[in-house]
């Protein structure tokens, strides 16, 4: 079965429709022209790739806070889109419940952009996002998860972890980040997103010096504690990237269909609460929030 065959949920992506929903005054970066995406637009690539449904993550870049436009994709696409929002720390517990009525099934952490000390002050929102049923996630970069590993492990809310934990490639796989990473595994409630190769590679595609990393993981998580993600629509990469090729790759560096299978559909299935019905051509109501 070729991997274009094979049912599949991305995990990473993105929406920017800044026509409809402007940035924020204040954002430290404006994606633009082929950086733009709307969620109308990924909807014909997932169509064309076979992509069934898909985890909207909010961008620090263009929206942070704003959720609009993720909502409206939600919304629009109920059929289609889950979602992770960007909160402020001090989010009421009735803001984030009507959040996840509209089928936010996460928050966004980001010290890769942000620093630490935001979500080491974020004690009170793990609680609330563990109390509704929600993930954490975070991206990190290179060492950062050494300080917040620990922290991580502490909480009681599922984490969420972005693009490999994006190590540093030239520190090797001993480095304290990518070690304490692999540490959040005991917990049993961290799942972790083969992903963003681009993000930290120091090589062309098919990022070859990314693959110890994501074996290691899939090792010690394994496939039910790992999922996978485009990044569409590629902000800030330092190549052309398609959807296609990502696609191959993933195929490339996971062969055996049974161990895709289990990370690109069981397993973002069971975490997020799609629904299991073959036919999500219904772009408006077609099946309700999670649960």
Known sequence: MSVFDEARIDCHCHAFDPIRFPYRDDTAYRPA???????AQFVRVMDAYGVRHALLVGPTSGYRTDNRCLLDA???HRARFRGIAVVDND????????????????????????????????GALFAALADL?????VQVAGDQMASLGPWLARQPASLLVDHCGRPDIAAGGGQAGFQA????????????KLSGWQKY???QHPYEDTWPY???LLRT???????????????????????????TLFEQMVPDVDVRRQIQWDTPRRLFGFDALPNTSDTTHGESVVS
Do not use: K
Request: contains cysteine; aromatic residues 6%.
């Open 214 to 216: 994501a074996h290691a």
């Open 33 to 39: 022209q082929q950086e733009v995406g709307t969620p």
């Open 201 to 203: 590679s120091r090589a």
């Open 181 to 192: 990473l692999l540490r959040l595994a005991d917990t049993g409630r961290t799942t972790v």
């Open 74 to 76: 939600l919304e629009t």
């Open 133 to 137: 049923g929600m993930v954490a996630q």
């Open 91 to 122: 989010i009421s517990r009735d803001e984030l419940a009507a959040l996840r009525q509209s089928g936010v099934v996460g928050v966004a952490f980001n010290p890769a952009m942000e620093g630490i000390e935001l979500v080491l002050s974020a």
């Open 221 to 247: 998580f394994g496939p039910q504690h790992c999922v996978w993600g485009s990044d569409w629509p590629f902000l800030r990469a330092p190549e052309r990237l398609d959807y296609g090729p990502l696609l």
